[in-house]
């Protein structure tokens, strides 16, 4: 099955500023079937993302993905309190399909 | 908009059986393909189990293949997830989810709150 590892674990920032979280796949995921979710405490996961850079319905455009075959990233470009989440990316191009590990994005 | 909720978590004895459900509003049940997803609490997410738009296709992970059953009822808008010779590895948050499409396992949009399964004796 193909792993993704997903870096930093958890990442420090501050309102305003801008996060880049990675995803990169123990082979290629093909046509970017690449997903992205957040979760905040006590909630289900969000759909953020899907097709590596599609957001999904009613995302904000802050809120970018990019990438292909195996190194994929998630960029919030000016982090909004509501941000501050768990982020996990999730692989669909071959079975089974498989989440990453998840990136805290922490407030500084 | 898509509502998703699910029942019948519970303890249950290592060795034991347990049956999720999921009920589904807001949406043509029967265009969407839906599958169980997993997460210990305080961890990471594990897909365990999907199943077509029209039931005829039915996808396991290896953890939980020949033990659990995935079945749906599209007259009833239910979801469903037999869950036997359960493991304490088992125990997790289960959450049912809506795919983006009718086959396969691909993207999640919808998902319910989850039900906690406990495997301990």
């Known amino acids: 099955e193909i792993v993704l590892t997903q870096s930093p674990g958890t990442l420090s920032l501050s309102p305003g500023e801008r996060a880049t979280l990675s995803c990169r796949a123990s082979?290629?995921?093909?046509?970017?079937?690449l997903g992205w979710y957040q979760q905040k405490p006590g909630q289900a996961p969000r759909l953020l993302m899907s097709?590596?850079?599609s957001r999904a319905t009613g995302i904000p455009d802050r809120f970018s993905g990019s990438g292909s075959g195996t190194d994929f990233t998630l960029t919030i470009s000016r982090l909004e309190p509501e941000d501050f989440a768990v982020y996990y990316c999730?692989?669909?191009?071959?079975?089974?399909?498989?989440f990453g590990q998840g990136t805290k994005v922490e407030m500084k | 908009e898509a509502q998703l909720l699910e029942s019948g978590g519970g303890l249950v004895q290592p060795g034991g059986s347990l049956r999720l459900s999921c009920a589904a509003s807001?949406?043509?049940?029967?265009?969407?393909?839906m599958s169980w997803v997993r997460q210990v609490p305080g961890k990471g997410l594990e897909w365990v189990s999907g199943?077509?738009?029209?039931?005829?296709?039915?996808y396991y992970a290896d953890s939980v293949k020949g033990r659990f059953t995935i079945s749906r009822d599209n007259s009833k808008n239910t979801l469903s997830l037999q869950m036997n010779s359960l493991r304490a590895e088992d125990t997790a948050v289960y959450y049912c989810?809506?795919?983006?499409?009718?086959?396969?396992?691909?993207?999640?949009?919808?998902w319910g709150q989850g039900t906690l399964v406990t495997v301990s004796s």
């Open positions: 989810a809506k795919d983006l499409r009718r086959t396969g396992t691909t993207n999640f949009d919808y």
């Open positions: 807001g949406f043509t049940f029967d265009d969407y393909a």
């Open positions: 199943i077509s738009a029209s039931g005829s296709s039915t």
């Open positions: 082979q290629s995921v093909g046509t970017s079937y």
């Open positions: 097709g590596a850079s």
């Open positions: 999730q692989q669909y191009g071959s079975s089974p399909q498989t």
